[in-house]
């Protein structure tokens, strides 16, 4: 007698349940999808112990008659595809026609609906999969399905839910994703579309209104993210063959440590991929530290038949059918924005410094903190021998504040207006041989004099070889290494990368290669260490070509080395050499590791610190 059964219904939507409905914030994605699908206008979740008591949507939208109620809670029922072609061009969220059968197979169910042609609504009862008859009750035209008791039936499911908490915090990401995905149209259209409530426990956790724009919307829901976020962020639009992208950019100054604030929606949909998530990563290379991402919401708008969405089942998924174009398409867009933005740090003078007993600077936002704090630490560190100040303004309130066994005196000049000095006589000073302090139009800036040289050479650098006009020099005496047989492999593959860098490396004997050349503009390298830092790149790359980041790569790297130090002591005509190159080069106010190049403090800041205002 053979072994294998069929498996009845129920325990069919019962294990389809186990990929669809992982926990109560998969209840709300689908139903939520459920609703915008049927075109509502305003939806309101409310949850009882983060989901695990009640998760209840309704909605407003086109409702379903009694025959269609009975219905939707069957398997593979679905009113949004028919036929195969339909599902090579999906356009709403739903189309497995799984969701409701799954969900009614794992709790307890009571769904209302009523359309615009049943005189009145109706109503259906399930628990876990026992499906009660549908009959008639009160109700407004739309939709409410009520979900009690999560997994009740199914201990080792129950088992794993955490927390009320828990669960609450994975439903407020599932409903911010659906109030992002239907703000699609934009901050400037000024048009959400959607009016969402989320209630917990019988209080209003959240309230999005329809009119809102995107940028007051993330504000609503990323209070923390950013204090201001009109300065915060940047907004990029880029059409091309078919494919829209509009992006909201975090500045770098309010980048995070995960991609949590990485949100990319298509066509409304919330979607995972890793080909844009590496695109986002690439765009916001050399303006962010390594270990720092991004703050990005991107919508993209792309014809339907041009990607797949039925590649997995919570269709968070799916598979671009041109991958390059949209990996391209996003890294041109973003990256096009940033470096197109002056992204100098606005530095605000920390009170650590209040010497004058200032009370706390207003820091408003965690960055602020930050450099703040980075501020401090630097002022504290710097301040070491340099204990006794007098500043001889003359005429003031003098007082003296007590730093340890040391006193400081300083002279509190009388309110007076400060003069305005002419551009010509810009003035700047080199301290600790590292920092270069310069005097602008409406304050000072602090430079970092290794980190804007290595922008400067960096940046120099590309252009030429980008024109491939990268001079190189030819040595004296060769200067020869040795290598394994990989290594000289690795040399071979790239041959066109390092000609293109003015590099010459010829055969010395075995294993042994000489540097015959170099490009003269990192003269001040060391040509061997340079070439074994280059061998050492080329190892470590990662699988794939792509030449432009290997390229990038070596370019970074050439440019750290032939920087001037922290440390060096510099001339007048070099630090004001440097200043200069600092308003030529393309986003100036990051090294291309990431860190800021520039420190910048207005004259309105030090007034207010030194209570001129
Ligand atoms: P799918 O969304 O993939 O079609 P579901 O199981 O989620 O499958 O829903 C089945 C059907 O029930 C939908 O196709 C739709 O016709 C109907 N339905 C579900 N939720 C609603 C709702 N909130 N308003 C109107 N109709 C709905
Ligand atoms: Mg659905």
Request: net charge negative.
């Amino acid at each position: 007698m053979g072994h294998i059964v069929v498996l009845d219904q129920n325990m069919v939507n019962m294990i389809a349940a186990g990929e669809v409905i992982e926990r109560p914030a998969s209840v709300v994605k689908e139903l939520t999808e459920n609703s915008i699908d049927a075109g509502a206008t305003k939806i309101t979740v409310a949850i009882e112990d983060g989901g695990r008591k009640l998760i209840s949507v309704s909605d407003n939208g086109s409702g379903m008659d009694a025959e269609d109620l009975g219905r939707a809670f069957e398997p593979h029922t679905t009113s949004k595809i028919r036929t195969s072609t339909d599902l090579a061009c999906i356009s709403t969220l739903g189309f497995r026609g799984e969701a409701l059968a799954s969900i009614a197979s794992v709790a307890r169910i009571r769904a209302v609906s009523r359309n615009k042609d049943s005189p009145g609504a109706n109503c259906i009862e399930i628990d876990c999969g026992d499906k009660g008859k549908v009959g008639p009750c009160s109700g407004d035209y739309g939709t409410t399905i009520q979900v009690r008791d999560i997994f009740y039936k199914l201990p080792a499911r129950r088992k794993f839910l955490r927390t009320g908490n828990t669960e609450m915090g994975h439903i407020a990401e599932q409903f911010t994703r659906i109030a992002l995905g239907c703000c699609r149209q934009g901050e400037d259209s000024g048009e959400a579309g959607l009016d969402l409530t989320l209630i917990h426990n019988g209080k209003e956790a959240l309230r999005l209104t329809a009119g809102q724009g995107l940028l007051e919307r993330i504000n609503a829901l990323f209070p923390m993210l950013s204090a201001n976020p009109s300065n915060d962020f940047l907004q990029a639009r880029t059409s091309e063959r078919g494919l829209e992208i509009r992006a909201l950019l975090g500045k770098p100054a309010i980048s995070r440590t995960s991609n949590k604030f990485q949100y990319v929606f298509l066509n409304g949909r919330c979607i995972r991929d890793k080909f844009i998530s590496h695109a986002i990563r690439e765009a916001y290379r050399g303006l962010l530290e390594p270990n720092r991402f991004g703050v990005a919401f991107l919508f993209i708008t792309m014809p339907f038949e041009d990607y797949d969405v039925n590649v997995h089942p919570t269709k968070s998924e799916v598979r671009f059918y041109n991958a390059n174009l949209v990996h391209s398409q996003i890294l041109g867009t973003i990256r096009e924005k940033l470096l197109g933005t002056n992204l100098d740090i606005e530095a605000r003078l920390p009170a650590a410094i209040g010497l004058l007993g200032a009370e706390e600077s207003p820091t408003d936002s965690p960055r602020g903190m930050e450099i703040t704090d980075a501020m401090a630490d630097f002022f504290k560190k710097h301040r070491a021998g340099h204990t006794q100040r007098q500043f001889g303004f003359g005429g003031g309130r003098r007082f003296t504040a007590e730093r340890g066994s040391a006193a400081t005196v300083i002279e509190v000049p009388p309110r007076q207006p400060i003069p305005k000095i002419p551009a010509e006589r810009k003035r700047f000073l080199q301290i600790h041989d590292s920092f270069i302090v310069a005097q602008t139009d409406d304050g000072f800036i602090i430079v970092d004099q290794h980190a804007l040289h290595e922008r400067v050479m960096y940046e120099d650098l590309r252009n030429r070889v980008q024109e491939g006009s990268l001079e190189s020099q030819r040595l004296l005496i060769p200067q020869s290494f040795e290598l394994s047989d990989g290594q000289a492999a690795l040399i071979e593959e790239n041959a066109e990368l390092i000609e293109k860098l003015g590099l010459d490396l010829v055969p010395f004997g075995p294993r042994t290669m000489a540097v015959q050349a170099f490009p003269s503009l990192l003269a001040k390298a060391d040509p061997l260490d340079f070439v074994q830092d280059l061998i050492d790149l080329l190892e470590k790359r990662e699988a794939g070509p792509d030449p432009q980041r290997l390229l990038d790569e070596v370019l970074n790297m050439a440019a750290c080395k032939a920087a001037i130090k922290a440390g060096q002591r510099l001339t007048d005509s070099e630090m004001e050499q440097l200043l200069l190159s600092r308003d030529m080069v393309e986003s100036a106010s990051r090294c291309p590791h990431g860190r800021p190049t520039t420190l910048k403090f207005s004259l309105a800041d030090l007034e207010k610190q030194f209570k001129r205002t």
